[in-house]
């Protein structure tokens, strides 16, 4: 440094040359300083919001599975369908075609719909599960045969989805000039003066609308957006448009024919074309039909919590998974509890210090990090092939994960016996203890908390384990909610795992909502774990 | 009868406990001194009950039932009896039929097989439930004998509880000599095993380049090339190792350098908890966001500047699973960075340096063995992870190096064969116990050598 500062300048000059090169090293000094300090910063914050992005990401995209729409509508208990002999005894019951009844109870609230395809459209917006609630609630109340009730039936998947309002923007514009409709039903042409349809034909041209070559019409295809009439009561969907004239098909039935004053009839535009949505443009009309009329509902989803899988979106719920969860963990929870801990107290206390015990101990560390999946393979052919136990039961994946678990909690809880001051041991035995007593009556129970909160934390851990899980069977679709330990069942996770597989946008949106739910317990353990270690803590 | 059993069990555990206790308190009350309390003969008592009946349960369930299903066995043509396949279907209707699960018709073999079944597991149920209740008596009446002024009943319920203890720690030990039995003999089956069709070669399958477990299933698929060559997946799996690696090996050591070195403590008390709960987050849950989130976001980027990115990219895989690991990587080096003793830091800002100077050229070089092992923990967490690439990386197994094309690992693959039915005789099922022995055996060196340099580093400084 002094020597490319050397100059044959007078001492001052040289000095202050100095003094500034010395500055100007400084800055970039502390430049650098800067900047190491923003990156550390910056990748702490980079963290943070992968974890804030993480998590907005998954409950916004849970939010729709919380709710569910229902259609109230008035349900005639026909005896003739549900109990023609007037048995009224439980396997009748059990067995009648409530479908029937749903069906007719849809039909009805949207009368006048004719031919095949418009009913099939207009009763398959009911869920399956609809019926199966009529049923419920007439085997627990028979009384209720031949009245007629108000409840409310579940829609399917694609009208809850349509509802929540993830398909299809519409747009609404008041008629200009008097229109005059040929039918009530079926295809009818809307007649009205020069240029009631001449902004619609001016859109459809820029849509690039196929022209008929008979009649010079445009043509609306399914891959064009949906253009609908509203006019006396009923709904035509337009299928060509000439400037003067328009054809179409009813979707809904018009109360009358002829002339509809400018102004009382609309043009709605539903923006995403009808091959690119999972509602057709009858099930919608039908929806709105129904939303005009009131019956439409939104509650919350209870039944995600009290129902178990099911290959239906609307059906599906996580109370089985919930159930195996919490045998799976029991098991976990009985096993590695006590074994890990008597292990810590052999290791921390008992063990003499010879080569064996450093085996277990080199041991226990590196099974702490073996792969998951490797435990997967020691279940699959020490439990299931050697020992012969069920497959897919809570009892071999408890198994499995108490094994996963077990040196996380010999490491915690040896961590908590060494914190135990020897003075305490010292003084159980100054007092004639013996080892095991002083171990068991005095270090033992001012380990505990310690020991808790590492159990907790393990438990934690074992609740979001999959990849061993998979391997023993436990993703097999199971409807039913496992009552035994050796019963099929399967496990929040898995549920998870099997769940985001599913092409279906309800499907989707139920997998984020499990995990919220998964998240929940976890942020509990893992809270206990944190206010057990505040509260219990001691300082010797 | 299992509930039967274990009642027996506690209510004569209860008894003992009583009897010999309440026995060696009305001796000592007679004046002869007891060298143990009575709680201890009690004790002695219960462990004389439990442990026999334990043992004869344990032993005892499984030889009945396959005493059972072998008498049963008898009863059907010499054809089933030999033939394995058809000997389990045979015994498999036998248990249903048993347990009255099977409707519709049977055969009169099948219900005379499952009458002896049935006799069979009564007596030998009733057998064992009778052998417990009076080994347990035994043990009761030999603790009740055993109470005098001499007897130290204590030492020996000491003694009894010691061996519990070693047992419990030795079952860590078992889990891994299972671990390795398990998957060893697979692999080694899978590799030597003459009765295996279409076994590759060790050679085969470490340097073979082509990976496909899928087998002929029936004489018209006989076209289907089983190969097992092992590259692609290594190279997969190293690849989006990779990835992860770049992302979380820098943010994860500078967030570390941050806390340790520059933090306040105010900013620690609210940066430890976030890294907390990412390093908790369930694999599954990371693996939804990666194949749901992450993938079509970057195959959006990429095509909107005009690159060809698979839908199940190895990036966007390597991306979160990098996310994953930052936490694991930060806090391990926050540990090692503050274990460097303050006097080195006192010693560089003594001679001018800055904090960061400091950093770089002491505090690090000092650290630098636990980071290096903390990478190495963190590289073999990434190896073994198995939700991620199974939701978001692919099946395909090509051999390639592009982090833009679909790629499979070596747990993808374990997971995609052993899930669903699976015969244990074929060379495809073995190979996923192979692959296991790999990952195994890899992971267990990487924490070895790094559990090593850690242990080393520590003792130069205490």
Redesign the interface.
Known sequence: MTDTLASPNSAPQRRQLKADAAAALLKR??A??RL??V??????L???S??VI?LT??VT?SIPAFSEHVVNLDVVIDPKVVDPEGKRDSATLLAADYASLTRAAIMSAIPGIEGRNPRRALTSLLSSGAADDLRERVVADPSIIGTTIKMPLLFSDDVDLYLKGSSSVTSQENGSSDLTASDVKGDITLTGAEGTFAKLVAQLESENAEVSPETGARLLTPLLPSRLIEINGGLVKLASVTPTTATGTTLIPLTSSGVAKAGSWQLDTYAQPESRRKSSDQDIAFIETLRDKGAIERNFNWRFFTSGDSREAELAGIRGALVGTAWTLLVTLIICL???V??A???EE??PKNKLTD??E??????A??????????G???FL??FGLPRSAPLVGGLVLA?LV??TI?IASRAAIKAVPPSIREAAIGLGA?H?QAVFHHVLPLAMPGIMTGTIIGM?HA?????PL??I?M?AFIVDVPDTMTDAATVL??Q??LW?DLPEAAF?QR??AA?VV??GF??LM?GAAIWLRNKFERRW | MTVVYFSALALLTVTAYFLASSHSAAVSARGQRLHSLPAYHGLLAVSLVIAPMLILWVIGTPLISNLALSNALNLFPTDVQTDSLKSGTALRDVQSFAAGQRSGEASDVLRSAADTYSTWMTTGTYALLAAGIAAALLGIGTSLRLVSPTFRARTHFERFVRIILIACAGVAVLTTIGIVASVLTETLRFFFDPNIKGRPGVLDFLFGTEWNPQQAMRADQGDIKSAYGFLPLLTGTLLITFIAMCLAGPLGLLSAIYLAEYATPQIRRYAKPVLEILAGIPTVVLGFFAALTVAPMIRGYGEAIGLDVASESALAAGLVMGMMIIPFISSLSDDVINAVPQSLRDGAYALGATKSEAIKQVVLPAALPGVVSAFMLAISRAIGETMIVVMAAGLAAKLTLNPLDAVTTITVQIKTILVGDQEFDSAKTLAAFALGFVLFFVTLVLNIIALRIVRKYREQYD
């Open positions: 000094r502390y650098s300083e190491f300090k990156l550390g910063l910056g990748a702490l980079l963290t943070a992968f974890l993480l990401n998954i995209k006590p074994i890990g008597l292990a107290i052999y290791l008992f063990a085996i277990i080199v041991n226990i560390n590196n099974l990090a073996v792969p998951s999946i490797v435990f997967g393979l020691l699959l052919s020490v092939n050697f094994l077990l040196p010999i013996s095991q934690a609740l979001g384990e999959t990849a998979l391997m069977g993703i996770p898995v998870i795992f985001s989707q997998t984020a995990i998964l998240l976890l942020f893992n």
